[in-house]
């Protein structure tokens, strides 16, 4: 790759703003990545300070895996609920017995299924 600005010389690194071909004297250090010098310095550090903020504020790997295990407990939670009432309506309601008694146990049988997996979900988490 050549330089954008010295078609004759070889390119050392690409500027983080703007994507073109740098040499050493048109590259600017900015500690991590290189700009245009004397064009693109502060849009790189503001997008190097942007990364830097996004990653201290982004939750950490267990703190995700531990949200998901409770949306996941949540909702197994919800379809053996779910499951519950139809049951309970369809054996109390006998026009609807057939049809409202299965939709009921699908729902018990995800519900069951769902806290199996947030239980080996649990099991399986990594050391923290």
Known sequence: MRCYYHPEKEAVGICKCCGKGLCPDCAADIGKGLACRGQCEEDVRAVVALIDRNIQLAPKTGQ??????KIRSGAATFNLVIGAVFVAWGFSNLDHLGFVVILGTCFLIYGIYGLMQARKAAKDKPPA
């Open 64 to 69: 995700i895996l531990e949200s998901s295990r």
